[in-house]
């Protein structure tokens, strides 16, 4: 709703015009010059010629309504015509907006740069040394931090200074893993579906659609299982830790901590960090489960194995070895999302704004890291032979 | 449309039998108060006893469980963004902490109700910016500042400016010294004063500080007992009523008011 025009009755237009006698002159202002008016008067004012006229009265004694917004117009004239050498021996008001003349007078006003200045090519690669300079930084903290948050947990554990955390942990688990469970597991069951019906559709050419259940016992307990669990809960629970740790930062809840003499790390990022590592490895493993179902329904629906047969393929298709390939990452999926996402919140600065910005951050890097991470472990079983 | 304007003797706002209840809890039972054009309403009360949800009902931010307000002869009380559409140029309203749009610097915040309500041109709109700047008293350098860089008073100052942005003639301040240092609060009542006078305006303040009651306002309303009872600082601290007793002749309504003499 842009271009609106004020709805403001204008009971009598503002009117301008410059009356001449000889070098003198007079500048008469009429009507309400009201800010629905400026617009138009702002024209009209800078339309005026004064070539020749070296005295000048500004008349507005005939204003009917003055605000703000015409006073200043007023005053503008007033300045550029002395600017420019014509004396203003006058400025003729109405009595009742005088004192709104003149205090607009007295505050010596200058129209002020307001707009940031254009970008030019060096600007640019500012930015881009800037933003460099910002990842490398971010990258040291984050080292930094991961430092502190594991020598405090050593700590915290081998010689606790009181008792630990012990009530804030276990909500935690049941805040990061229990409730988590209806989402991870539906997931995981619809990845189930998907991979055995397009396996079963590839193998089917070759008449090996039997091996549709080693693809699905492999890629869900090594890969997929474990992946899309992490990547849930970096989405759920990540940003749940950074948006929670954020809001107390700004609620200053964090410096009144320290005052008292609380150990923030201690009490806010060691729950988290240890209850997602115990609950994320449980709800892998859940995740495997119902995704192994899944594919079982589907092979069951297309290609008519039945339950007992899908079991017996699966038992010689995969080992415990193949699940605990999948599950030993997940604690490191965890210490990532959780590292993160305090780490964030902990950096989240004293206004609401910043809440927003540093959750979002946290879970793309989160969830970055998983994969990258993901991507290392491959590269490392596959090295070592697993 | 500012000072000595047109209309006659129709009180600005008109409040009339007006009912707040939240479930159970009556905030105001048919509650009745008028404001003039050209006066400075302060509106006192304990916590709690409904002054922001008085203020908010008036500017039609809650709807109330019965009774009529107008505003300009306008009803606000059924709320309706729509119905509200002639009113929101002509009044302006300062929230406690200055409700700033974080993500605009404080000229563009100025320049907001601009752009809804009017076709000026970007120079003419920066120009009207930095006059609001000065008007309340800001550096001019503060026009590029983001909401987050100013302090407390500067964000107050920042906020009346976007208030004042369409020269209103009815200013709405809700606790506009709280979370002021003395000097800054003082400063800020003599920039209220001055401006509701050079710029003809009708203020509703509300308020918890005597010494702004003290220096600004023409009538006072004390919101006990879910009722409003009006008068001035002498009639009210004259007034039986336990509360607005100690109020006024407390510790400290003795000794903001001992300065008057």
């Known amino acids: 709703m842009r271009n609106v025009a004020v709805r403001l009755a204008i009971a009598t237009p503002a009117m301008v015009r410059v009356d001449r006698a000889g ?15 400026a617009a138009r008067m702002d024209e009209a004012l800078r339309a005026l010629t004064f070539a020749g006229v070296t005295q000048l009265v500004i008349d507005g004694s005939k204003i009917s309504h003055l605000d703000s917004a015409g006073a200043w117009l007023i005053l503008r004239t007033r300045q550029f015509l ?54 490398l930084h971010q990258t040291y903290d984050l080292v930094g931090f991961l430092g502190r948050v594991t020598v405090e947990t050593w700590e915290a554990i ?35 579906v998907v991979l055995a019906y397009q396996g079963a559709d590839q193998l089917k050419r070759f008449g090996a659609q039997i091996y549709t259940i080693d693809f699905l016992g492999i890629g869900i307990l090594r890969e997929l299982g474990g992946l899309v669990t992490a990547i849930v809960i970096a989405g759920r629970s990540g940003s749940a830790f ?29 729950p988290r960090v240890l209850g997602l590592m115990i609950a994320l490895p449980l709800l892998t493993f859940f995740a495997d489960v119902v995704g192994l179902v899944g594919g079982m329904v589907m092979t069951y629906f297309d290609l008519g194995i039945t339950f007992p047969a899908f079991m017996r393929e699966l038992e010689s298709a995969i080992t415990l070895r193949t699940l605990l390939v999948g599950l030993i990452k997940a604690p490191v999926f965890a210490f990532v999302i959780a590292l993160v996402g305090c780490f964030e919140g902990l950096r989240v600065e004293r206004n609401a704004g910043s809440v927003g910005k540093l959750t979002t951050r ?25 | ?50 002054k922001s949800v008085l203020l908010r009902s008036i500017i039609g931010l809650n709807r109330p469980s019965s009774g009529s307000i107008k505003v300009f002869g306008q009803e606000t009380a059924e709320g309706d963004g729509e119905d509200l559409k002639g009113l929101q140029l002509r009044w302006g309203v300062l929230f406690q902490e200055g409700a700033l749009f974080s993500s605009q610097t404080v000229a563009q915040n100025i320049q907001v109700p601009m752009r809804r309500w009017t076709n000026l041109g970007e120079e003419m709109m920066n120009e009207l910016a930095a006059m609001k700047l000065a008007l309340v008293g800001l550096p001019a350098d503060a026009g590029a500042k983001y909401p987050a860089e100013l302090s407390g008073g500067m964000k ?3 906020g009346l400016a976007r208030a004042l942005a369409l020269d209103p003639e009815l200013l709405f301040l809700d606790e506009p010294t709280s979370g002021l240092d003395p000097i800054s609060a003082a400063l800020f009542d003599d920039l209220v004063r001055n401006l509701q006078q050079s710029l003809g305006l009708t203020v509703f303040l509300v308020t918890h500080d005597l010494d702004t009651l003290r220096a600004v306002c023409d009538r006072i309303a004390v919101l006990v007992d879910k009722k409003i009872k009006l008068g001035t600082i002498d009639s009210l601290s004259r007034d039986t009523n336990p509360w607005i007793h100690e109020y006024f002749c407390g510790p400290r309504g003795r000794a903001a008011l001992a300065e008057r003499v």
């Open chain 1, 23 to 37: 070098r003198d002159a007079r500048l008469i202002a009429e009507g309400d010059w009201l800010v629905a008016e």
């Open chain 2, 156 to 158: 107050k100052r920042a």
């Open chain 1, 242 to 270: 950074t948006a929670q740790i954020g809001t107390m930062r700004v609620n200053e809840e964090t410096d009144a901590m320290q005052t008292i003499g609380l150990n923030i790390a201690e009490i806010l990022v060691l």
């Open chain 1, 82 to 135: 002395e600017a420019k050498g014509i004396r203003v021996t006058d400025v003729l008001l109405p009595e009742t907006y005088r004192a709104l003349y003149q205090r607009l007078e007295s505050e010596a006003l200058a129209p002020a740069s307001i707009h940031p200045r254009r970008q030019t090519f060096a600007d640019f690669l500012e930015r881009i040394g800037r933003g460099t300079m910002h990842v």
């Open chain 1, 158 to 192: 081998l010689e606790p200074r009181h008792e630990l955390p012990f009530a804030a942990f276990v909500q935690q688990i049941e805040e990061t893993g229990l409730s988590a469970l209806p989402i991870v597991g539906m997931l995981a069951f619809l990845i189930g």
């Open chain 2, 1 to 50: 449309m500012s000072a000595g304007g047109s209309a006659g003797r129709e009180p600005v706002i008109r409040i009339r039998r007006l009912v707040n209840a939240f479930g159970d809890a009556i905030i105001h039972d048919h509650l009745d108060l008028d404001v003039n054009r050209g006066e400075v309403l302060g509106v006192v009360g304990g916590s709690g006893a409904g």
């Open chain 1, 362 to 386: 946290s879970v793309v890097e989160s969830i970055f890291l998983i994969i990258a991470l993901d991507a290392g472990f491959s590269v490392l079983f596959s090295v070592l032979g697993i």
